[in-house]
Structure formats: C-alpha cells, structure tokens
Antibody
C-alpha cells in the first residue's frame, strides 16, 4: 500500500529556510508525479507545487513561486520541498501526495511548519 | 485561474442523503476532471471520488460524483448517511497550466 511520510517541519523565524522531505514506499515512485499541498490552521487546502515523474517539469502556485522549489530523488524514493524566505502566512501543515490523473491521490500525514519570531 | 465554490456547511440526519455542490467560476466544468476529498478532524485528506465519478477501492458506493454542464458544477452525493461521514469535503480540479485548484471546503454535520 502507498505510504508517504513527511518530515522536516518545525518552528522557524520569518525569512529563514527549511527543507521538507517526503519518503515514499509501496509504489513505483519513479513512475508518478508528486504534489505538495498545504493547509493553514483551521483553513482549507492550498495546492503548492507539482513535479513530474522524472523531475523534468515543475509547476508552482503563484503564492510560492520564486521562494519554494520542488525536487525529487528517484534513487531514494524521496520528494523534497525547499522553502525559502518564509513568511507568517506560510504557517501550515504541508502534505505530499502521489499523483493520479493530474491530481493529488494518496496523501501523507503532513508536517507542520510554523513561521514565528 | 478559475475558482471552485462550495457551500461552507451542510447538515443532514443519519440515513438521509446529502449533496454537496462545487461550482466552477470560469471555463467548463467538463474540461478537466473533478476529484473529491474527505478530511476527518485531525486526519489527512483521502480521495472519495476521482475523475468526476469514479470511486477508489474501499470507498462505499454510498458516495457518488457527477458533473452538470448546465450549472457548470460538480456534485458529491452521500446516501444513507452515517455519523462517520461527518467531515470536511473538498472538491478539486485543475486548469490548462496544470495548476491544481481546490474548493474552499464544506463541513458536513450528521446530526
């Protein structure tokens, strides 16, 4: 069965950086696109970024473009999200999700990023 | 980009049927698949409908999805409501630039 385990979240000061990871198992990671989706406390889901199965195509939400970078290491079955220049409004649970037919399908349990001074 | 608009909340009694709507602001609802996710309190989202009307294995057939081009909307219908269906439900689609769009979510109360 699909298993996605996010890590790397924590409390960080505004303007600082973090690298989130998502360890995948239970499926052929290198065959699927992957998404990052976030959810601010008490709010709805917000799509962040997607990367194609081979890493050649990447797309971002306007709210994070230029600050966040999605990447993957297919040899290690791991997805990454480099988050730079963090703002208070980036405080959220960050989920990774396996793609199916262009959309998030199976989701991880999430990792909480709190941006606070 | 377009927006997907859902009612903020709906409520219904156990055993009844409820329908949650998701209206696309621009462009045709039929031009890209719609997915529906269930998120129980404290849990990650799970897919209950994909590709407009397909159910993943393990999702009961009480859950069904449809699209209506005349109202440019998608709907999630849950029949035979159970207390365990109480959750937030999100619709989702994507645009031509492959940006993923979520609706604002609907809180379903089963009382």
């Amino acid at each position: 069965q699909v298993q996605l385990v996010e890590s790397g979240g924590g409390v960080v000061q505004p303007g600082r950086s973090l690298r989130l990871s998502c360890a995948a198992s239970g499926f052929t990671f290198s065959s699927y696109g992957m998404h990052w989706v976030r959810q601010a406390p008490g709010k709805g889901l917000e799509w962040v970024a997607v990367i194609s199965y081979d890493g050649s195509n990447k797309y971002y939400a306007d709210s994070v473009k230029g600050r966040f970078t999605i990447s993957r290491d297919n040899s290690k079955n791991t997805l990454f999200l480099q988050v730079n220049s963090l703002r208070a409004e980036d405080t959220a649970v960050y989920y990774c999700a396996k793609e199916w037919s262009g959309s998030p399908d199976s989701w991880g349990q999430g990792t909480l990023v709190t941006v606070s001074s | 980009n377009f927006m997907l608009t859902q009612p903020h909340s709906v409520s219904e009694s156990p055993g009844k049927t409820v329908t949650i709507s998701c209206t696309r602001s621009s462009g045709s609802i039929a031009s890209n698949y719609v997915q529906w996710y269930q998120q129980r309190p404290g849990s990650s989202p799970t897919t209950v409908i994909y590709e407009d009307n397909q159910r993943p294995s393990g999702v009961p057939d009480r859950f069904s999805g449809s699209i209506d081009s005349s109202s440019n909307s998608a709907s999630l219908t849950i029949s035979g409501l159970k207390t365990e269906d109480e959750a937030d439900y999100y619709c989702q689609s994507y645009d031509s630039s492959t940006a993923v769009v979520f609706g604002g979510g609907t809180k379903l109360t089963v009382l």
